[in-house]
T-cell receptor, first 117, second 115 residues
């Protein structure tokens, strides 16, 4: 196991609602990335947090936002849910290998399956 | 983000046959990672390739990184039913001046193994 946990495992929401998904990373992993995986697709990068600050963002609108906390936990918030937001949401944590750049590995949690009706 | 093409999209094999999936990029990659996702599961890290021409083996799995670092392959020898799943390649993209990367996944190759 990767030591990365996510909650809840499944969630059903209706269009227009807001949702908060949670991730707990391995101790010492100061980088967390969030991905959205639609059915039949590969995971798509949403954004990344490093030491509690956003460190890069993919092609997702501002209604996708996040937080990272000092205890290696993080949140993904999605406002004004749309039907197309139905997907598996994955968080992945990694260690900043400053002494070994460009070789860090990302470890994924089990994901949260979100269904928007 | 970096675009990679993965082929084939689907592969059906008889147990015991070999399987290969290919990952191609139009740009030079810093590194590439391979993941396996079982049906209903999440991506599980398999390997990372960093060096030009690198070849790594894990039991029946052989991973290669091209000399130009623009393509990669995963070969499974004598497939077993436990190999069923989707195999993704994912190069890491780095912003200028940063050592923190984000993964850009291909669409994956979905492997079915018939007993």
């Amino acid at each position: 196991e990767t030591g990365v946990t996510q909650s809840p495992t499944h969630l059903i929401k209706t269009r227009g609602q807001q949702v908060t998904l949670r991730c707990s990373s391995q101790s010492g992993h100061n980088t967390v990335s969030w991905y959205q995986q639609a059915l039949g697709q590969g995971p798509q990068f949403i954004f990344q947090y490093y030491r509690e600050e956003e460190n890069g963002r993919g092609n997702f609108p501002p209604r996708f936002s996040g937080l990272q906390f000092p205890n290696y936990s993080s949140e993904l918030n999605v406002n004004a849910l749309e039907l197309d937001d139905s997907a598996l949401y994955l968080c992945a944590s990694s260690l900043d290998l400053a002494f070994l750049p460009f070789q860090e590995t990302q470890y994924f949690g089990p994901g949260t399956r979100l269904l928007v009706l | 983000g970096q675009q990679v093409m993965q082929i084939p999209q689907y592969q059906h094999v008889q147990e015991g046959e070999d399987f290969t999936t290919y990952c191609n990029s139009s740009t030079t990659l810093s590194n590439i990672q391979w993941y396996k996702q079982r049906p209903g599961g999440h991506p599980v890290f398999l390997i990372q390739l960093v060096k030009s021409g690198e070849v790594k083996k894990q039991k029946r799995l052989t991973f290669q990184f091209g000399e130009a670092k623009k393509n990669s392959s995963l070969h499974i020898t004598a497939t077993q039913t436990t190999d069923v799943g989707t195999y993704f390649c994912a190069p890491t993209q780095y912003d200028r001046g940063s050592t923190l990367g984000r993964l850009y996944f291909g669409r994956g190759t979905q492997l079915t193994v018939w007993p």
